[in-house]
Protein backbone atom coordinates (compact mmCIF):
# COMPACT_ATOMS: atom_id res chain seq x y z
CA UNK A 1 0.00 0.00 0.00
CA UNK A 2 1.21 3.24 -1.45
CA UNK A 3 1.51 6.06 1.48
CA UNK A 4 1.65 9.63 2.12
CA UNK A 5 4.99 10.20 3.97
CA UNK A 6 5.30 13.98 4.38
CA UNK A 7 3.19 17.02 3.67
CA UNK A 8 4.93 19.79 2.37
CA UNK A 9 3.99 23.41 1.39
CA UNK A 10 5.94 26.68 1.40
CA UNK A 11 5.06 30.55 0.33
CA UNK A 12 7.12 32.16 -2.90
CA UNK A 13 9.75 34.04 -1.41
CA UNK A 14 12.40 36.15 -3.09
CA UNK A 15 15.49 33.81 -3.54
CA UNK A 16 19.20 35.62 -4.87
CA UNK A 17 20.75 34.03 -8.34
CA UNK A 18 23.32 34.45 -10.04
CA UNK A 19 23.03 38.53 -9.49
CA UNK A 20 19.48 38.25 -10.12
CA UNK A 21 16.37 38.09 -8.27
CA UNK A 22 14.04 34.97 -8.22
CA UNK A 23 10.63 34.74 -7.32
CA UNK A 24 9.95 31.05 -6.69
CA UNK A 25 7.94 28.47 -4.19
CA UNK A 26 10.21 25.60 -4.43
CA UNK A 27 11.64 25.85 -0.47
CA UNK A 28 8.69 23.70 0.95
CA UNK A 29 9.07 22.55 4.21
CA UNK A 30 7.07 18.97 6.40
CA UNK A 31 3.34 20.40 8.21
CA UNK A 32 2.14 18.58 11.08
CA UNK A 33 -1.36 17.42 10.93
CA UNK A 34 -4.44 17.99 8.34
CA UNK A 35 -4.33 20.71 5.65
CA UNK A 36 -6.75 21.38 3.06
CA UNK A 37 -6.39 20.40 -0.58
CA UNK A 38 -8.20 22.64 -2.73
CA UNK A 39 -8.49 23.25 -6.42
CA UNK A 40 -5.29 25.42 -6.93
CA UNK A 41 -3.21 23.78 -4.05
CA UNK A 42 -3.08 23.03 -0.78
CA UNK A 43 -3.38 25.50 2.16
CA UNK A 44 -0.34 27.32 3.01
CA UNK A 45 1.41 26.71 -0.53
CA UNK A 46 1.85 28.98 -3.02
CA UNK A 47 4.06 29.01 -6.88
CA UNK A 48 6.11 32.04 -7.57
CA UNK A 49 5.74 30.92 -11.57
CA UNK A 50 2.63 30.15 -12.53
CA UNK A 51 3.16 29.71 -15.96
CA UNK A 52 5.52 26.37 -15.46
CA UNK A 53 3.93 25.23 -12.11
CA UNK A 54 1.01 25.70 -10.17
CA UNK A 55 -2.49 26.16 -11.63
CA UNK A 56 -5.66 23.66 -11.76
CA UNK A 57 -3.24 20.83 -13.80
CA UNK A 58 -0.37 21.16 -11.51
CA UNK A 59 -1.88 21.70 -8.10
CA UNK A 60 0.00 19.15 -6.37
CA UNK A 61 3.55 17.84 -6.71
CA UNK A 62 4.63 14.38 -5.78
CA UNK A 63 8.04 12.94 -4.89
CA UNK A 64 8.57 9.45 -4.17
CA UNK A 65 10.88 7.90 -0.59
CA UNK A 66 12.54 5.87 -3.16
CA UNK A 67 14.02 8.51 -5.58
CA UNK A 68 15.16 10.29 -2.81
CA UNK A 69 16.97 7.14 -1.95
CA UNK A 70 18.24 7.04 -5.22
CA UNK A 71 19.89 10.11 -5.36
CA UNK A 72 20.97 9.97 -1.76
CA UNK A 73 23.29 7.24 -3.35
CA UNK A 74 24.34 8.88 -6.31
CA UNK A 75 24.37 12.34 -5.26
CA UNK A 76 26.36 11.43 -2.20
CA UNK A 77 24.47 13.75 0.06
CA UNK A 78 22.93 13.01 3.35
CA UNK A 79 21.35 15.75 3.52
CA UNK A 80 17.91 15.08 1.61
CA UNK A 81 14.89 16.59 3.73
CA UNK A 82 11.77 16.05 2.59
CA UNK A 83 10.36 18.70 0.44
CA UNK A 84 13.95 19.44 -0.99
CA UNK A 85 12.94 18.11 -4.35
CA UNK A 86 9.59 20.82 -4.50
CA UNK A 87 7.27 18.66 -3.70
CA UNK A 88 3.74 18.81 -1.87
CA UNK A 89 3.73 15.41 -1.12
CA UNK A 90 6.47 12.96 -0.36
CA UNK A 91 5.47 9.30 -1.15
CA UNK A 92 6.17 5.70 -0.47
CA UNK A 93 5.03 3.90 -3.51
CA UNK A 94 3.94 5.00 -7.06
CA UNK A 95 6.95 4.95 -8.69
CA UNK A 96 7.50 6.72 -11.98
CA UNK A 97 7.63 4.18 -14.37
CA UNK A 98 4.32 2.43 -13.15
CA UNK A 99 1.80 5.54 -12.14
CA UNK A 100 0.03 6.38 -15.11
CA UNK A 101 -1.20 9.31 -17.04
CA UNK A 102 -4.58 9.78 -15.97
CA UNK A 103 -4.47 7.29 -12.97
CA UNK A 104 -6.73 8.45 -10.21
CA UNK A 105 -6.11 7.99 -6.08
CA UNK A 106 -7.67 8.57 -3.18
CA UNK A 107 -5.63 10.26 -0.39
CA UNK A 108 -7.36 11.16 2.84
CA UNK A 109 -10.62 13.06 1.69
CA UNK A 110 -9.36 13.99 -1.29
CA UNK A 111 -9.20 12.50 -4.93
CA UNK A 112 -6.47 13.33 -7.00
CA UNK A 113 -5.58 12.94 -11.02
CA UNK A 114 -2.13 12.03 -12.47
CA UNK A 115 -1.74 15.42 -15.01
CA UNK A 116 1.89 15.23 -16.50
CA UNK A 117 5.42 14.66 -15.37
CA UNK A 118 7.74 17.45 -13.27
CA UNK A 119 8.52 20.27 -16.01
CA UNK A 120 12.12 20.75 -16.29
CA UNK A 121 13.18 23.45 -14.14
CA UNK A 122 15.96 25.25 -12.99
CA UNK A 123 14.68 26.06 -9.70
CA UNK A 124 15.03 22.15 -8.11
CA UNK A 125 18.80 22.54 -9.15
CA UNK A 126 19.04 26.34 -7.58
CA UNK A 127 17.12 24.79 -4.61
CA UNK A 128 19.50 21.54 -3.79
CA UNK A 129 22.48 23.42 -4.80
CA UNK A 130 23.05 20.81 -8.11
CA UNK A 131 23.15 23.00 -11.31
CA UNK A 132 22.56 19.82 -13.35
CA UNK A 133 19.62 18.35 -11.57
CA UNK A 134 16.92 18.92 -13.89
CA UNK A 135 18.93 17.21 -16.52
CA UNK A 136 19.64 14.30 -14.34
CA UNK A 137 15.60 13.92 -13.20
CA UNK A 138 14.93 13.02 -16.52
CA UNK A 139 18.20 11.01 -17.59
CA UNK A 140 18.02 8.76 -14.64
CA UNK A 141 13.81 8.98 -15.51
CA UNK A 142 12.83 10.21 -12.19
CA UNK A 143 11.29 13.23 -12.62
CA UNK A 144 8.33 13.18 -10.25
CA UNK A 145 4.57 13.87 -11.17
CA UNK A 146 1.85 16.68 -11.25
CA UNK A 147 -2.25 15.81 -9.50
CA UNK A 148 -5.04 17.79 -10.39
CA UNK A 149 -7.32 17.76 -7.33
CA UNK A 150 -10.75 16.19 -8.43
CA UNK A 151 -12.20 16.75 -5.09
CA UNK A 152 -11.16 18.79 -2.49
CA UNK A 153 -10.50 17.18 1.24
CA UNK A 154 -8.42 17.28 3.95
CA UNK A 155 -4.97 15.42 3.77
CA UNK A 156 -2.15 14.42 6.18
CA UNK A 157 0.72 12.49 6.56
CA UNK A 158 0.55 8.84 7.48
CA UNK A 159 -2.22 8.55 4.96
CA UNK A 160 -3.08 5.81 2.52
CA UNK A 161 -2.88 6.02 -0.74
CA UNK A 162 -5.71 4.55 -2.78
CA UNK A 163 -6.23 3.74 -6.62
CA UNK A 164 -9.10 4.75 -7.59
CA UNK A 165 -8.99 4.24 -11.37
CA UNK A 166 -6.63 3.23 -14.05
CA UNK A 167 -6.16 5.87 -16.40
CA UNK A 168 -6.48 5.20 -20.07
CA UNK A 169 -3.62 3.92 -22.83
CA UNK A 170 -1.55 3.16 -20.07
CA UNK A 171 1.13 5.45 -20.46
CA UNK A 172 3.49 5.80 -17.42
CA UNK A 173 5.12 8.93 -16.44
CA UNK A 174 8.20 8.01 -16.94
CA UNK A 175 7.24 6.71 -20.28
CA UNK A 176 5.65 10.66 -21.22
CA UNK A 177 8.53 12.36 -19.74
CA UNK A 178 11.30 10.33 -22.03
CA UNK A 179 8.73 11.26 -25.10
CA UNK A 180 9.14 14.60 -24.86
CA UNK A 181 12.30 15.30 -23.79
CA UNK A 182 14.54 11.96 -25.04
CA UNK A 183 15.76 10.90 -28.40
CA UNK A 184 14.07 7.92 -30.44
CA UNK A 185 10.60 8.39 -29.77
CA UNK A 186 8.40 5.74 -30.38
CA UNK A 187 5.77 6.89 -32.98
CA UNK A 188 3.53 4.76 -31.44
CA UNK A 189 3.72 6.25 -28.11
CA UNK A 190 3.13 9.95 -29.08
CA UNK A 191 -0.26 8.69 -31.13
CA UNK A 192 -0.87 6.94 -27.40
CA UNK A 193 -0.37 10.29 -25.79
CA UNK A 194 -2.07 12.63 -27.71
CA UNK A 195 -5.44 10.27 -26.94
CA UNK A 196 -5.07 10.73 -23.57
CA UNK A 197 -7.61 13.35 -21.77
CA UNK A 198 -5.85 14.02 -18.50
CA UNK A 199 -2.61 14.66 -19.89
CA UNK A 200 -1.78 18.61 -19.44
CA UNK A 201 -2.97 21.14 -22.55
CA UNK A 202 0.93 21.85 -22.29
CA UNK A 203 2.05 18.55 -22.80
CA UNK A 204 -0.44 17.71 -25.56
CA UNK A 205 0.34 21.25 -27.47
CA UNK A 206 3.92 19.93 -27.45
CA UNK A 207 3.39 15.88 -28.54
CA UNK A 208 0.97 17.65 -31.72
CA UNK A 209 4.33 19.70 -32.41
CA UNK A 210 6.38 16.82 -32.47
CA UNK A 211 3.69 14.80 -34.57
CA UNK A 212 4.21 17.58 -37.37
CA UNK A 213 7.62 17.95 -36.85
CA UNK A 214 7.76 13.57 -37.85
CA UNK A 215 5.47 14.72 -40.51
CA UNK A 216 5.40 17.86 -41.74
CA UNK A 217 3.35 17.04 -45.01
CA UNK A 218 0.19 16.42 -42.34
CA UNK A 219 -1.95 19.14 -41.22
CA UNK A 220 -0.78 20.23 -37.39
CA UNK A 221 -1.95 18.02 -34.97
CA UNK A 222 -1.86 15.14 -37.08
CA UNK A 223 -0.16 12.05 -35.33
CA UNK A 224 3.12 11.82 -37.50
CA UNK A 225 4.55 8.41 -38.98
CA UNK A 226 8.00 8.15 -37.21
CA UNK A 227 9.99 9.88 -34.51
CA UNK A 228 12.33 12.79 -35.36
CA UNK A 229 13.85 16.29 -34.36
CA UNK A 230 11.83 19.05 -32.95
CA UNK A 231 11.85 21.03 -36.38
CA UNK A 232 11.65 19.50 -39.58
CA UNK A 233 14.83 18.56 -41.24
CA UNK A 234 18.45 20.47 -42.32
CA UNK A 235 17.36 23.21 -44.36
CA UNK A 236 19.28 23.19 -48.36
CA UNK A 237 22.66 25.90 -48.29
CA UNK A 238 25.82 26.36 -47.32
CA UNK A 239 27.75 26.39 -44.05
CA UNK A 240 28.71 29.70 -42.99
CA UNK A 241 29.28 32.88 -44.97
CA UNK A 242 29.74 32.28 -48.79
CA UNK A 243 30.89 35.28 -50.88
CA UNK A 244 27.55 36.56 -53.33
CA UNK A 245 27.80 39.53 -55.47
CA UNK A 246 25.28 42.54 -55.59
CA UNK A 247 23.36 42.84 -58.73
CA UNK A 248 21.24 45.57 -58.78
CA UNK A 249 19.70 47.63 -55.97
CA UNK A 250 16.52 49.43 -56.32
CA UNK A 251 14.27 51.79 -54.56
CA UNK A 252 11.08 50.46 -53.50
CA UNK A 253 10.38 53.46 -51.37
CA UNK A 254 12.40 56.44 -50.32
CA UNK A 255 13.28 55.05 -47.16
CA UNK A 256 13.12 51.26 -48.30
CA UNK A 257 15.91 49.62 -50.98
CA UNK A 258 16.20 46.16 -52.41
CA UNK A 259 19.32 44.37 -52.77
CA UNK A 260 19.01 41.81 -55.65
CA UNK A 261 22.46 39.00 -55.08
CA UNK A 262 23.20 36.29 -56.95
CA UNK A 263 26.39 34.17 -57.20
CA UNK A 264 30.09 35.40 -58.50
CA UNK A 265 29.84 32.25 -61.09
CA UNK A 266 26.51 32.58 -62.37
CA UNK A 267 25.14 29.33 -60.51
CA UNK A 268 21.62 29.27 -59.32
CA UNK A 269 20.96 29.67 -55.82
CA UNK A 270 19.42 27.18 -53.69
CA UNK A 271 15.88 27.63 -53.66
CA UNK A 272 14.77 29.02 -49.86
CA UNK A 273 11.54 28.36 -48.28
CA UNK A 274 9.06 31.27 -47.91
CA UNK A 275 9.48 33.29 -44.81
CA UNK A 276 12.96 32.79 -44.34
CA UNK A 277 15.72 35.23 -43.95
CA UNK A 278 19.62 35.71 -44.91
CA UNK A 279 22.34 36.89 -42.85
CA UNK A 280 24.77 39.29 -44.25
CA UNK A 281 27.93 40.29 -42.76
CA UNK A 282 29.18 43.78 -43.23
CA UNK A 283 32.80 45.82 -43.01
CA UNK A 284 30.45 48.80 -41.72
CA UNK A 285 33.96 50.36 -39.63
CA UNK A 286 36.85 49.22 -38.83
CA UNK A 287 36.09 47.20 -35.60
CA UNK A 288 34.30 43.66 -36.05
CA UNK A 289 32.42 42.43 -38.81
CA UNK A 290 28.64 43.86 -38.68
CA UNK A 291 25.65 40.79 -39.31
CA UNK A 292 22.32 41.19 -39.28
CA UNK A 293 19.55 39.48 -40.47
CA UNK A 294 17.04 40.49 -43.30
CA UNK A 295 14.04 38.34 -44.81
CA UNK A 296 14.05 37.26 -48.31
CA UNK A 297 11.60 39.40 -50.65
CA UNK A 298 11.67 37.40 -53.44
CA UNK A 299 9.80 34.16 -55.08
CA UNK A 300 11.51 31.46 -53.24
CA UNK A 301 12.51 29.67 -56.38
CA UNK A 302 13.64 32.79 -58.36
CA UNK A 303 17.44 31.30 -58.41
CA UNK A 304 18.31 34.65 -57.00
CA UNK A 305 17.94 36.14 -53.43
CA UNK A 306 16.22 39.62 -52.85
CA UNK A 307 16.42 41.39 -49.43
CA UNK A 308 14.96 44.82 -48.91
CA UNK A 309 16.06 47.15 -46.34
CA UNK A 310 14.75 50.08 -44.16
CA UNK A 311 16.74 53.14 -43.74
CA UNK A 312 16.96 52.81 -39.67
CA UNK A 313 17.69 55.98 -38.17
CA UNK A 314 21.14 55.66 -36.32
CA UNK A 315 21.29 52.07 -38.32
CA UNK A 316 24.96 51.02 -38.98
CA UNK A 317 23.66 48.41 -41.14
CA UNK A 318 21.03 49.90 -42.69
CA UNK A 319 22.67 53.41 -43.09
CA UNK A 320 26.01 51.25 -45.45
CA UNK A 321 23.58 49.36 -47.26
CA UNK A 322 21.43 52.66 -48.08
CA UNK A 323 24.90 54.93 -48.49
CA UNK A 324 27.80 52.90 -49.22
CA UNK A 325 26.80 49.28 -51.18
CA UNK A 326 26.88 49.27 -54.25
CA UNK A 327 25.30 46.82 -57.40
CA UNK A 328 29.05 44.48 -58.36
CA UNK A 329 30.09 44.78 -55.11
CA UNK A 330 30.43 41.44 -53.16
CA UNK A 331 29.11 40.49 -49.66
CA UNK A 332 29.37 37.69 -47.24
CA UNK A 333 25.62 35.86 -46.81
CA UNK A 334 24.99 32.62 -44.52
CA UNK A 335 22.45 30.52 -46.54
CA UNK A 336 18.58 30.98 -45.72
CA UNK A 337 16.83 30.21 -42.63
CA UNK A 338 14.39 30.28 -39.86
CA UNK A 339 10.82 28.45 -39.34
CA UNK A 340 8.66 31.25 -40.17
CA UNK A 341 7.80 29.74 -43.36
CA UNK A 342 4.58 29.01 -44.90
CA UNK A 343 3.04 25.54 -44.35
CA UNK A 344 1.55 23.45 -47.01
CA UNK A 345 -1.96 22.25 -46.42
CA UNK A 346 -5.68 22.82 -47.27
CA UNK A 347 -6.08 25.40 -44.53
CA UNK A 348 -6.90 29.48 -45.72
CA UNK A 349 -3.89 31.47 -45.08
CA UNK A 350 -4.08 35.16 -44.00
CA UNK A 351 -0.98 37.16 -44.56
CA UNK A 352 -0.79 40.05 -42.20
CA UNK A 353 2.31 42.75 -41.85
CA UNK A 354 3.04 46.35 -40.84
CA UNK A 355 5.42 48.53 -42.70
CA UNK A 356 8.97 46.84 -43.58
CA UNK A 357 7.26 43.47 -41.93
CA UNK A 358 5.50 43.36 -45.34
CA UNK A 359 9.13 41.06 -46.25
CA UNK A 360 8.41 37.80 -44.79
CA UNK A 361 4.88 37.58 -45.98
CA UNK A 362 5.29 39.15 -49.32
CA UNK A 363 8.20 35.70 -49.85
CA UNK A 364 5.34 33.75 -49.39
CA UNK A 365 2.61 35.48 -51.69
CA UNK A 366 5.29 34.96 -54.19
CA UNK A 367 4.92 31.21 -53.38
CA UNK A 368 1.17 31.19 -53.82
CA UNK A 369 1.04 33.25 -56.44
CA UNK A 370 3.21 31.15 -58.81
CA UNK A 371 1.59 27.91 -57.96
CA UNK A 372 -1.80 29.38 -58.57
CA UNK A 373 -2.37 28.20 -54.91
CA UNK A 374 -6.60 27.49 -54.50
CA UNK A 375 -6.58 28.12 -50.43
CA UNK A 376 -8.36 31.42 -49.45
CA UNK A 377 -5.60 34.22 -49.21
CA UNK A 378 -5.74 37.16 -47.08
CA UNK A 379 -2.98 39.87 -47.38
CA UNK A 380 -3.68 42.26 -44.69
CA UNK A 381 -1.30 45.25 -44.69
CA UNK A 382 -1.12 48.86 -42.72
CA UNK A 383 1.25 51.28 -43.81
CA UNK A 384 1.80 55.78 -43.15
CA UNK A 385 0.35 56.38 -46.59
CA UNK A 386 0.75 55.38 -50.02
CA UNK A 387 4.25 57.24 -50.35
CA UNK A 388 5.21 54.48 -47.65
CA UNK A 389 3.37 51.53 -48.98
CA UNK A 390 6.24 49.28 -49.70
CA UNK A 391 5.32 46.49 -52.53
CA UNK A 392 2.13 47.85 -53.18
CA UNK A 393 1.95 47.23 -57.07
CA UNK A 394 3.37 44.30 -56.42
CA UNK A 395 1.19 42.23 -53.86
CA UNK A 396 -1.56 43.57 -55.74
CA UNK A 397 -0.30 41.96 -59.27
CA UNK A 398 0.49 38.71 -57.37
CA UNK A 399 -2.98 38.93 -55.52
CA UNK A 400 -4.21 38.66 -59.12
CA UNK A 401 -3.16 35.27 -59.87
CA UNK A 402 -4.41 33.75 -57.05
CA UNK A 403 -7.79 32.45 -57.35
CA UNK A 404 -9.62 33.37 -53.98
CA UNK A 405 -6.90 36.43 -53.04
CA UNK A 406 -8.56 39.07 -50.89
CA UNK A 407 -6.35 42.46 -50.86
CA UNK A 408 -7.31 44.53 -47.37
CA UNK A 409 -4.86 47.89 -47.02
CA UNK A 410 -5.13 50.82 -44.30
CA UNK A 411 -3.12 54.17 -44.01
CA UNK A 412 -3.05 55.15 -40.42
CA UNK A 413 -2.20 59.29 -42.28
CA UNK A 414 -3.60 59.46 -45.19
CA UNK A 415 -7.47 59.05 -46.64
CA UNK A 416 -7.02 56.72 -49.86
CA UNK A 417 -8.91 58.09 -52.93
CA UNK A 418 -12.01 57.19 -53.48
CA UNK A 419 -11.25 54.66 -56.41
CA UNK A 420 -9.15 52.36 -54.11
CA UNK A 421 -11.84 50.49 -52.35
CA UNK A 422 -9.58 47.80 -50.65
CA UNK A 423 -7.76 50.24 -48.95
CA UNK A 424 -9.24 52.01 -45.22
CA UNK A 425 -7.86 54.76 -43.10
CA UNK A 426 -7.17 53.60 -39.84
CA UNK A 427 -5.82 50.55 -37.80
CA UNK A 428 -7.09 46.81 -38.28
CA UNK A 429 -9.10 45.67 -35.55
CA UNK A 430 -11.03 43.19 -33.91
CA UNK A 431 -14.08 44.30 -35.76
CA UNK A 432 -12.71 44.77 -38.72
CA UNK A 433 -10.92 41.33 -39.14
CA UNK A 434 -14.34 39.88 -38.05
CA UNK A 435 -16.29 42.03 -41.49
CA UNK A 436 -13.32 40.49 -43.63
CA UNK A 437 -15.14 36.83 -42.63
CA UNK A 438 -11.45 35.38 -41.79
CA UNK A 439 -12.06 31.77 -40.69
CA UNK A 440 -11.20 30.01 -37.60
CA UNK A 441 -9.74 26.97 -39.01
CA UNK A 442 -7.02 29.54 -40.97
CA UNK A 443 -2.77 29.27 -40.32
CA UNK A 444 -1.81 33.35 -39.84
CA UNK A 445 1.17 35.15 -40.61
CA UNK A 446 2.17 37.79 -38.47
CA UNK A 447 5.52 40.25 -38.94
CA UNK A 448 5.37 43.65 -37.94
CA UNK A 449 6.57 46.19 -34.66
CA UNK A 450 5.63 43.54 -31.70
CA UNK A 451 3.02 45.51 -30.03
CA UNK A 452 0.87 45.63 -33.86
CA UNK A 453 1.25 41.58 -33.53
CA UNK A 454 0.42 41.25 -29.99
CA UNK A 455 -3.07 43.20 -31.13
CA UNK A 456 -3.65 41.19 -34.36
CA UNK A 457 -2.72 38.02 -32.53
CA UNK A 458 -5.38 38.89 -30.03
CA UNK A 459 -7.54 39.73 -32.26
CA UNK A 460 -7.00 36.71 -34.50
CA UNK A 461 -7.64 34.48 -31.10
CA UNK A 462 -11.08 36.07 -30.77
CA UNK A 463 -11.38 35.25 -34.12
CA UNK A 464 -11.27 31.70 -32.87
CA UNK A 465 -7.76 30.59 -34.28
CA UNK A 466 -5.64 28.27 -32.16
CA UNK A 467 -2.71 29.57 -30.86
CA UNK A 468 -0.96 27.13 -33.23
CA UNK A 469 -2.31 28.84 -36.25
CA UNK A 470 -0.90 32.16 -35.39
CA UNK A 471 2.59 32.28 -36.84
CA UNK A 472 4.94 35.65 -36.05
CA UNK A 473 8.34 36.99 -36.62
CA UNK A 474 10.04 39.65 -35.35
CA UNK A 475 13.03 41.47 -36.27
CA UNK A 476 14.55 42.57 -33.28
CA UNK A 477 15.54 40.29 -30.34
CA UNK A 478 12.94 38.29 -29.62
CA UNK A 479 11.35 38.25 -25.68
CA UNK A 480 12.96 37.22 -22.87
CA UNK A 481 11.83 34.04 -21.47
CA UNK A 482 13.36 33.92 -18.11
CA UNK A 483 10.84 31.70 -15.42
CA UNK A 484 11.09 33.23 -12.11
CA UNK A 485 13.45 35.63 -12.55
CA UNK A 486 12.25 39.64 -11.16
CA UNK A 487 12.15 41.84 -14.52
CA UNK A 488 13.94 44.75 -14.06
CA UNK A 489 14.83 48.24 -16.10
CA UNK A 490 15.35 47.48 -19.74
CA UNK A 491 18.94 47.99 -20.46
CA UNK A 492 20.37 48.30 -24.20
CA UNK A 493 22.62 45.01 -24.91
CA UNK A 494 26.16 45.97 -24.13
CA UNK A 495 29.80 44.56 -24.17
CA UNK A 496 30.17 42.05 -21.14
CA UNK A 497 31.84 44.03 -17.93
CA UNK A 498 35.34 43.18 -16.74
CA UNK A 499 38.55 42.17 -19.08
CA UNK A 500 38.23 41.71 -23.12
CA UNK A 501 38.08 37.99 -23.49
CA UNK A 502 40.96 36.56 -25.98
CA UNK A 503 38.86 33.83 -27.23
CA UNK A 504 37.00 33.61 -30.56
CA UNK A 505 34.78 36.57 -31.63
CA UNK A 506 31.27 36.02 -30.96
CA UNK A 507 27.84 37.99 -32.33
CA UNK A 508 24.99 38.35 -31.38
CA UNK A 509 23.30 39.34 -35.06
CA UNK A 510 20.09 40.50 -33.51
CA UNK A 511 21.48 42.83 -30.82
CA UNK A 512 24.14 43.82 -32.80
CA UNK A 513 26.93 42.48 -30.01
CA UNK A 514 30.09 40.82 -31.31
CA UNK A 515 32.58 40.31 -28.42
CA UNK A 516 35.66 37.83 -27.88
CA UNK A 517 35.17 35.10 -25.97
CA UNK A 518 36.12 34.47 -21.83
CA UNK A 519 36.23 31.33 -19.99
CA UNK A 520 35.22 33.79 -16.99
CA UNK A 521 31.91 32.62 -18.68
CA UNK A 522 30.15 28.96 -18.66
CA UNK A 523 27.97 29.13 -21.28
CA UNK A 524 27.05 31.40 -24.89
CA UNK A 525 24.06 32.08 -22.38
CA UNK A 526 26.04 32.90 -19.90
CA UNK A 527 28.33 35.70 -22.13
CA UNK A 528 24.90 36.99 -23.65
CA UNK A 529 23.08 37.48 -20.11
CA UNK A 530 26.52 39.36 -19.24
CA UNK A 531 25.88 41.52 -22.23
CA UNK A 532 22.61 42.31 -21.03
CA UNK A 533 21.09 40.29 -24.64
CA UNK A 534 17.30 38.77 -24.17
CA UNK A 535 17.68 35.59 -23.61
CA UNK A 536 15.52 32.36 -23.30
CA UNK A 537 15.87 29.67 -21.05
CA UNK A 538 14.14 27.37 -18.76
CA UNK A 539 15.97 24.54 -17.41
CA UNK A 540 19.86 25.26 -18.15
CA UNK A 541 20.93 22.04 -18.74
CA UNK A 542 20.27 20.89 -22.26
CA UNK A 543 16.76 19.12 -21.74
CA UNK A 544 13.63 21.85 -22.41
CA UNK A 545 15.57 23.28 -25.88
CA UNK A 546 14.20 26.76 -24.78
CA UNK A 547 17.37 28.37 -25.49
CA UNK A 548 17.38 26.62 -29.01
CA UNK A 549 19.17 29.41 -30.86
CA UNK A 550 20.31 29.73 -34.84
CA UNK A 551 24.12 29.09 -35.33
CA UNK A 552 24.77 31.16 -38.69
CA UNK A 553 28.49 30.27 -38.40
CA UNK A 554 30.84 28.83 -36.42
CA UNK A 555 31.46 25.94 -34.26
CA UNK A 556 30.87 25.07 -30.26
CA UNK A 557 31.16 22.33 -28.08
CA UNK A 558 28.87 20.92 -25.48
CA UNK A 559 29.88 21.58 -21.59
CA UNK A 560 27.27 19.26 -20.62
CA UNK A 561 26.22 17.31 -23.13
CA UNK A 562 22.31 17.07 -23.97
CA UNK A 563 20.17 14.96 -23.76
CA UNK A 564 19.07 15.00 -27.21
CA UNK A 565 20.78 17.35 -29.80
CA UNK A 566 19.09 20.44 -31.62
CA UNK A 567 18.55 20.30 -35.41
CA UNK A 568 21.14 21.11 -37.21
CA UNK A 569 22.28 24.17 -37.62
CA UNK A 570 21.24 25.26 -33.75
CA UNK A 571 22.85 25.30 -30.89
CA UNK A 572 21.52 25.15 -26.87
CA UNK A 573 23.37 28.55 -25.69
CA UNK A 574 22.79 27.27 -21.97
CA UNK A 575 25.64 24.38 -22.25
CA UNK A 576 27.76 25.25 -25.34
CA UNK A 577 31.12 27.52 -25.27
CA UNK A 578 32.43 28.86 -28.70
CA UNK A 579 35.70 26.29 -30.27
CA UNK A 580 36.10 28.69 -33.33
CA UNK A 581 34.32 32.21 -34.29
CA UNK A 582 30.73 31.98 -34.16
CA UNK A 583 27.45 34.15 -34.94
CA UNK A 584 24.46 33.48 -33.24
CA UNK A 585 21.11 34.29 -34.77
CA UNK A 586 20.00 35.90 -31.05
Not at 211 to 230: D, F, I, L, T
Request: with cysteine; net charge negative.
Amino acid sequence: MATLLSLNVGMPEDVPWQGKTVHTGAWKSPVDGPRMVRRLNVDGDGQGDLAGHGGEIRAVLVYQLESYQYWKEHLGRDDLTFGIFGENFTVEGLPDDEVCIGDRYRIGGAEFEVTQPRVTCYRVGMRLGEPTMAALLVAHHRPGFYLRVITEGRVQAGDEITLTRRGPEGLSVADIDALLYLPGRDPAKLRTALNIPALSPGWQQSFRELAVAQNPSKEPGWPGERAGSRQPGEEPGWPGFRTLRVARIVAETPSVRSVYLDTTDGTPLPEARPGQYLSIRLPVDDTAPTVRSYSLSSAPAAGTYRISVKHEPHGKASGYIHDRLHPGDLVDIASPRGTFVLQEGTRPVVLISAGIGATPVLGMLHRLAAVRDPRPVWWIHTAHGRAGHVFADEAHNLLAHLPDGHEHIYYTSETPPPEDHHITRGRPTARSLTALGIPADADAYLCGPPAFMDDLGGFLLERGLRPEQIHTEQFSALPAINPGVTPTGSVRPHQPPGPTGTGPLVTFARSGIATPWSPDHSSLLELAEACDIPTRWSCRTGVCHTCTTPLVTGDITYTTPPLELPEPRTVLVCCSTPTTEVVLDL
